[in-house]
Structure formats: C-alpha cells, structure tokens
C-alpha cells in the first residue's frame, strides 16, 4: 500500500490513508531446557476455534497469526499436520480477515532442528515453502519475530535454550535466524512473487547515566541489527562490523546477507512500557536482584519511566528514527500493557495517538495491532517459570473461556472510525505524568539523528 502526503497549514505532512488497525495474539512457542512451552494451548484458543469469529466481530481485517513450524510439524520434517492450521486459516479466509503467517514466534525451531545448528535455516526455508504451497492467498509473512529479542534471550542472557550467555552465541544465533529469513522469504516468493515480509523487532531506546553512555551507545545501534542485516547494509563501514567479527561473525556470513539483501516490506516495531531502558552506575540506589554489569562497570538496567520519565522518549519519536533510516513503511505490530483494563485503554490511546503524531510529520505508518487479544502466561518472569500467571487482553482467558473486557467495544468504535480522544478513559496512566508526556513536534525532526 502506498501513501499519499498532503502538506498541512504549519507546514508539517500527513498521509491520506487512514491508520489502520490490525490484530494479533500472543502465541510464542519457546524453549527452556528441554520443555517447549506454547502460549496457543496455555490460552485455550487451540480448542476454541470460535475465537476468531470474536476477534473478526471487533472489526480487525487483518491479523497476525501463528502457522508456527513447532507446531505443524515438532517431530519430524516430513510429518505434517496441517488439521488446525486448515481450520483456523480458513474461518479467517471466510470472514475476510487477512492472516499475517508467524512461522516462528520466539521459538528456537523443532528439536531436529534447532536455531543453533545449521539445519535450522534450511528447514525453516523448506517449511516456509510448504506453508506458502497450502495457502497460496496468504501474502503477508514473518517468518521469524523479533530476531535480536529472541537471539538476546537464548544466546546472550541465558533465558532459553541453547541458555548462552555470551556474544558468540547471541551473534551466531541473530545471524541465523537471519539467513533462514531470508531463505524463507526467497522460497515463499516462489510461489507468491508479492508475498510481503513483515519483519517485527522490538523497537526501545537505552538511556544512561553519563558513565554509562558507552554501553548505551552500543545498545542503540545493536537494537537495529535485525533490519540492518535484512536490508544488507552491514558492511566493513557499519558501526557493528568489528564487534560482530569481535564476537565470532565470519566475514563470509556476514557477506551473506550484504549480497542476498531481504528488505522488509513493512518494519513491524513491537513496543512495550518497558522497552525504552535506563542503565544506572548508582547501583546502592536498587536492590541487589537488580545490579549487573559488563565487566567494566557495574549497573542496574531498568525502566526508564519508572528511574528517569523525564528522559522517555516515546514511540512517536522512535518510529521517527526508524523512519529515518530506513525510508519504510511502519506497522506497530505489538504493543501490550499488563495491568487493569483501564490502564490498557490508556496504553493503546497514547500508541494510537503517537502514530498518529508520527504521521503529521510524514512518517509512513500504515496501522496499530491490537497486541494479545488474548492475554497471555507467565511474561512477567520472561517464560522462564511456568506460574501460571495470565494477564488478560480485550479477552480475558483465565477461566478458559473469553470473556469480553472494556478494551472490545473501545476497539470496534475505533474500528468505525471514531476519534480515539473520545474513547480513553479520563486521566492519565501511571507512566504519564504530566510533567513528562512524550509529544512529537515537527522541531524534533532536525533534532534526530539519520543514520
């Protein structure tokens, strides 16, 4: 979809296509130790394929949704079973709503084929294939989420499997997952030459104490790696080539994806209240659990809306940069708040607002998800745990049957068309204080760093 500008009486630009609203659930399939977890089954939604006439009835017509490899095909390459994906896929077809495949959410790949080891990528291409051949109208496609994120939590901080906790393994896992991207999308377009890669990282910012500043610089550009090597712009000038050599990058993988570039159709930015961090060296101010470090200082790595909201950027100026970088259109594809209902009304007003803001001043973003629509289990403790602890979405799941919040009718309204002003509740939430609301003004464009 392309978007016209139309300049405003300020000055500023905005786009003639209307925001969007899309959908999703929370369907990650990860790994700890030797036990898979999957958030389809813990939510109830693989046993109630009713779901999806509630999600289609709040007026979402497009939606991303898991055709997960884990769980089409978890034992065996070669044995298949489509019965569920069959199903699902096609109520949605019938209804008109527009999946957007996940082949893997957070996943490290069946264990004949994990994300560690080469088999990875090649299978992932091989299924991705086998998905596009069955459902040939699908053309919308993220064959990986969140690959930094993933390859964070299972190479760098030991969280999920393979639990390494080391540059290495964290390198050669985004790298991976990389390349099996795009040999993924390379076969899908195979048999749909317009298949669309949406490709969905989450999109933060570190800030820091003035000691810090080396850390967070480093982070900063590390938060883009997953479009960078996508759009094959990771070359020797790059400001993370010596540290991804550094780390056990052959040069050989890192040409790769310079001469097979898979830029992504839409940046899916998936952004959470904590995605913007704090890295403070003042660490008696934090508790013990808290305190950290990199071997050359120590540090507490937190919220910044909870240790400097002053400091808070917001996702309007960050969509800006990624806008900046990389001149493509946006999606935010993930934007879930754990907390009462009000609050999450809050939330998704402020990101509506934000992108709204964000497209004043030109910034191509086509639409808002609806992130879980069905809640979710145990993010609090990162999946690491299984406790059981559910925090609802515009459904609540918990006593296994969906029942409707007050996020449903504030979102058909804003599916109609009505303002999102006058669909918030009144007040602000916990992490706007006044004092520090995030508004994207047209004088911050000078202001942000293109790189």
Not at 70 to 88: F, G, I, K, V, Y
Request: proline share 6%; aromatic share 10%.
């Amino acid at each position: 979809m392309s978007n016209r500008k139309r300049t405003q009486s300020n000055g500023s630009t905005s786009l003639e296509t209307e925001l969007a609203l899309w959908g999703g659930l929370e369907c990650t399939v990860n790994r700890v130790g030797d036990v898979y977890q999957d958030q389809v089954k813990r939510s109830g939604h693989h046993d109630r394929p009713g779901d999806i006439d509630l999600i289609a009835n709040l007026g979402i017509n497009t939606l991303r949704y898991p055709v997960l490899w884990e769980r089409t095909a978890p034992n065996h390459p070669d044995e298949l079973d489509w019965t569920w994906n069959d199903e699902r896929l096609g109520r949605l077809r019938e209804l008109g709503v527009r999946p957007i495949a996940g082949l893997v959410h957070h996943g490290c790949g069946p264990r004949y084929a994990t994300y560690d080891t080469p088999d990875f990528e090649y299978g992932l291409a091989r299924y991705a294939r086998q998905v596009a051949e069955r459902y040939p109208w699908i053309d919308g496609y993220t064959p990986i989420n969140e690959p930094l994120t993933t390859a964070r939590f299972g190479g760098l901080y030991g969280h999920w499997y393979p639990h390494g906790k080391s540059g290495k393994v964290f390198v050669d896992i985004l790298l991976r997952e990389c390349r099996a991207t795009v040999r993924a999308m390379a076969e899908i377009r195979k048999v749909r030459p317009d298949a669309q890669l949406i490709q969905t990282d989450d999109l933060g910012k570190i800030h820091s104490t003035p000691r810090l500043s080396y850390q967070a610089d480093l982070e900063n550009e590390r938060r883009w790696l997953t479009w960078d090597l996508l759009c094959g712009v990771v070359t020797p000038t790059h400001a993370l080539w010596e540290y991804l050599r550094w780390s056990g990058a052959s040069e050989r993988d890192l040409w790769f994806m310079v001469d097979n570039p898979c830029p992504p159709s839409i940046i899916g930015v998936n952004h959470y209240v904590t995605s913007e961090r704090y890295l403070d060296h003042n660490v008696k101010n934090y508790p013990d659990h808290m305190r950290g470090g990199n071997g050359r200082h120590r540090y507490v790595d937190t919220e910044i809306v909870r240790a400097a909201p002053e400091k808070r950027a917001g996702l309007g100026a960050l969509m800006l940069e990624a806008w900046q970088r990389y001149g493509l259109p946006i999606v935010v594809t993930e934007a879930h708040l754990g907390d009462r209902v009000e609050e999450q009304m809050r939330w998704l007003g402020e990101i509506w607002q934000q992108a709204q803001q964000a497209r004043t001043l030109g910034v191509d973003v086509q639409a808002v998800s609806v992130w879980a629509l069905l809640g979710l289990y145990d993010w609090h403790c990162l999946l690491t745990r299984v406790e059981n602890r559910h925090e609802p979405g515009v459904y609540n799941v918990s006593s296994g049957c969906p029942e409707p919040t007050d996020l449903v009718p504030m979102i058909q309204r804003l599916a109609a068309g009505e303002p999102i002003e006058t669909l918030v509740p009144p007040g602000r939430g916990w992490w706007q204080a006044e004092s520090h609301m995030p508004v994207l003004m047209p004088d911050l464009v000078d202001s942000l760093v293109a790189f």
